[in-house]
């Protein structure tokens, strides 16, 4: 088992930076990838960004691209999330994920183990 807990998010302005945090406590964290999601009401989770076991390649969706950067200190067993620039449209709950695939994956369905989710809120 991995149990992951979220943590950072809040009510901001727009343009304005948050960094979430994506603790992670079980089986080895450096043995899996990790990813963030994010899912408003009625939509599907939606990819914002992966990063490999050793955090040596990064992926992000075209819509984050530029603005959030993904990362993680292995010997803490936590992974981040720096989001810079937000916007009105990043409003979301934001999950993180591991994955033990061989690939780092972009379709939620590839991971395993989530967290709880933490609320972003970007007011105009």
């Known amino acids: 088992q991995v149990q992951l807990v979220e943590s950072g998010g809040g009510l901001v302005q727009a343009g304005a930076s948050l960094r979430l945090s994506c603790a992670a406590s079980?089986?080895?964290?450096?043995?899996?990838?990790m990813g963030w999601f994010r899912q408003t009401p009625g939509k599907e989770r939606e990819f914002v960004a992966a990063?490999?076991?050793?955090?040596?390649?990064?992926y992000y969706s075209d819509s984050v691209k530029g603005r959030f950067t993904i990362s993680r200190d292995n010997a803490k067993n936590t992974g981040y999330l720096q989001m810079n620039s937000l916007k009105p449209e990043d409003t979301a709950v934001y999950y993180c994920?591991?994955?033990?695939?061989?690939?780092?994956?972009?379709?939620?369905?590839?991971?395993?183990?989530w967290g709880q989710g933490t609320q972003v809120t970007v007011s105009a």
């Open positions: 994920a591991t994955s033990d695939r061989g690939y780092v994956a972009k379709i939620s369905t590839e991971y395993n183990y």
């Open positions: 990063i490999s076991r050793l955090g040596a390649n990064t």
């Open positions: 079980g089986r080895t964290f450096n043995n899996r990838h």
